[in-house]
C-alpha cells in the first residue's frame, strides 16, 4: 500500500501562490490515479483535482478551475498542486489521496489511500 505525506502548505496573502508535494512511499505513486481534496472548518472534505496514472489527463472542481494545476513526476515518486491567485475561500486543510481503481474520481469514498494533510491560510 501506498503512504502520502503532504507538504508545501503555509501562509500566504491573498492572490499569492503555494505549491503542495504529495511524496508516495510504499508502491510507487504510478499505480495510482491521485487526487487533491480540502476541507474547511465545519465544512466537509470536497474534491479539488485529480490526475491519471501518466499523467495525460487532469481534472478540476469548478471553484479552482484556471487558478490550480495538478502534475506529476513519477520519477520522483510526487504529486504536486500548483496554486495560483489564491483567495480567502481556498483556506483549509489541503489532502492527497491515492485510489487503486482505473477512472479518475471526484468522490473521496473512491480513494483507498491518505495522508496527514498541509494547512493552507490565505488571508485576505
Known amino acids: 500500500q501506498a503512504q502520502l505525506v503532504e507538504s508545501g502548505g503555509g501562509l500566504v496573502q491573498a492572490g499569492g501562490s503555494l505549491r503542495l508535494s504529495c511524496a508516495a512511499s510504499g508502491r510507487p505513486l504510478n499505480r495510482y490515479i491521485t487526487g487533491w481534496f480540502r476541507q474547511a472548518p465545519g465544512k466537509e472534505r470536497e474534491f479539488v483535482a485529480v490526475?491519471?496514472?501518466?499523467?495525460?489527463?487532469?481534472f478540476y472542481a469548478d471553484s479552482v478551475k484556471g487558478r490550480f494545476t495538478i502534475s506529476r513526476d513519477n520519477a520522483k515518486n510526487t504529486v504536486y498542486l500548483q496554486m495560483n491567485g489564491l483567495k480567502p475561500e481556498d483556506t483549509a486543510v489541503y489532502y492527497c489521496?491515492?485510489?487503486?481503481?482505473?477512472?479518475?474520481?471526484?468522490?473521496?469514498?473512491?480513494?483507498?489511500?491518505w495522508g496527514q494533510g498541509t494547512q493552507v491560510t490565505v488571508s485576505s
Open positions: 489521496a491515492a485510489d487503486e481503481g482505473l477512472i479518475p474520481a471526484i468522490d473521496r469514498n473512491k480513494y483507498e489511500y
Open positions: 490526475i491519471r496514472r501518466n499523467g495525460g489527463s487532469t
